[in-house]
């Protein structure tokens, strides 16, 4: 019988320890199956963030760092720097890599950094409470924000794939979203771009993904999935900021 669909060998076979209808899951599936079709499994360093995916060393089935929180792009840095062969990405959310996070994305980004961060955006602190991110929506509700963020106390949402666009270093900036199959299929094909463009030498690149968070938005999985689509894409546009051209080869 022939095959259709089955588990990629780019994970382990240990069960996500993810909450029900958190999307993380599925973007650690598509990470590993391009990490497979791209045929680098072998010589890939991944480095894992403080949050919700701190335990992803536990489901890649390749070389995986543990960072301090907010540090994993200055990690990746050290690895890609000693080991210029190897496909190094980081894996982030909100918290670890727009709060405490910020200097060190921003700067790996201006000196073109040939590493990947893929960056999720679920607009809250899942791993410790529910509290405001970088990323919390205005009116959101948080257990820091009970009455809804406000910009005159807390500031606007970080957009960050529009800031990191502007800095010359990163060669490849996008957002997709995994809340339908069709984004899904479409945040694939982004993520594979961004480590081709880490295979090219272009320099640094990164890829948001809007992603969900049932338990502290306090939804049911498929409240959060329509929440995201109508709350948090008109904030957040999906598309490709910033695209390389050949000629911008970083040395």
């Known amino acids: 019988m022939r095959v259709l669909f089955e588990r990629t060998r780019g994970l382990t076979s240990k069960p996500f320890h993810y909450c029900p209808g958190c999307t993380h899951g599925i973007i650690h599936r598509l990470v ?3 990490l497979v079709e791209l045929d680098v ?6 480095v894992c963030p403080v949050g919700c995916a701190v335990f992803a060393y536990d489901y890649f089935n390749c ?14 840095t050290g690895v890609k720097r000693v080991l210029p062969d190897r496909v190094v990405f980081t894996y982030q959310g909100d918290g670890d890599l727009a709060a405490i996070g910020t200097a060190e994305i921003v700067h790996a980004a201006a000196r073109g950094e040939k590493i990947t961060t893929i960056f999720v955006n679920n ?9 405001m ?7 959101q ?17 970080l957009r960050v794939a529009e800031m990191l666009a502007t800095i010359e270093g990163a ?5 997709v979203a995994v809340n339908s199959p069709k984004n899904v299929i479409q945040a694939k094909r982004v993520i594979r771009r961004a480590f081709e463009v880490q295979l090219a030498g272009l320099g640094f690149s990164l890829v948001e993904v809007l992603s969900t968070c049932p338990t502290n938005w306090g939804m049911s999985p498929p409240e959060a999935l329509r929440w995201l689509e109508e709350k948090m894409i008109p904030v957040y546009p999906l598309g490709e900021f910033k695209v390389p051209r050949k000629e911008e080869k970083h040395a």
């Open 32 to 34: 590993a199956e391009v």
């Open 41 to 46: 499994l072998e010589k890939t360093v991944g």
């Open 63 to 76: 070389d995986m760092i543990e960072a301090a929180h907010g540090r994993a792009p200055a990690v990746a």
């Open 123 to 131: 607009a809250i602190y899942g791993m410790t409470g529910g509290q």
């Open 133 to 139: 991110a970088p990323t919390t929506l205005l009116g």
């Open 141 to 157: 509700k948080t257990t820091t924000t009970p009455f809804g963020r406000r910009a005159e106390e807390a500031g606007y949402p």
């Open 171 to 175: 060669a490849y900036v996008a957002r």
